[in-house]
């Protein structure tokens, strides 16, 4: 079993930044995919951001391409999402998620983000 704790939401205005933080609880960090995902009001959840297990291969969704940036520290067992030029669209809670493959997917609780116009 994996525990992921988000923190770094918050309310900020358009334009703002934050970075989210994402500590896993795994001796096995450096095996697991990590993700950023965000479910804003009334939509589904969707991918944001992946990172792969050694930090060299990264994924970003198309609207958020130029702004998020996605890293992780293995010897900390973190992973980070940067977030610039926030605006209201990227509301929503985000989550991390950690996924092993056949050895299992894990998620974290979320943490909002609120941007205001």
């Known amino acids: 079993q994996v525990q992921l704790v988000e923190s770094g939401g918050g309310l900020v205005q358009a334009g703002g930044s934050l970075r989210l933080s994402c500590a896993a609880s795994?001796?096995?960090?450096?095996?697991?995919?990590m993700r950023w995902f965000r479910q804003a009001p009334g939509k589904e959840r969707e991918l944001v951001a992946s990172i792969s297990w050694t930090d060299d291969r990264t994924y970003y969704a198309d609207s958020v391409k130029g702004q998020f940036t996605i890293a992780r520290d293995n010897a900390k067992n973190m992973v980070y999402l940067q977030m610039n030029s926030l605006k209201p669209d990227d509301t929503g809670v985000y989550y991390c998620?950690?996924?092993?493959?056949?050895?299992?997917?894990?998620w974290g609780q979320g943490t909002q983000v609120t941007v205001s116009s």
């Open positions: 795994t001796r096995f960090f450096s095996d697991y995919y």
């Open positions: 998620n950690a996924d092993r493959g056949m050895f299992g997917t894990y």
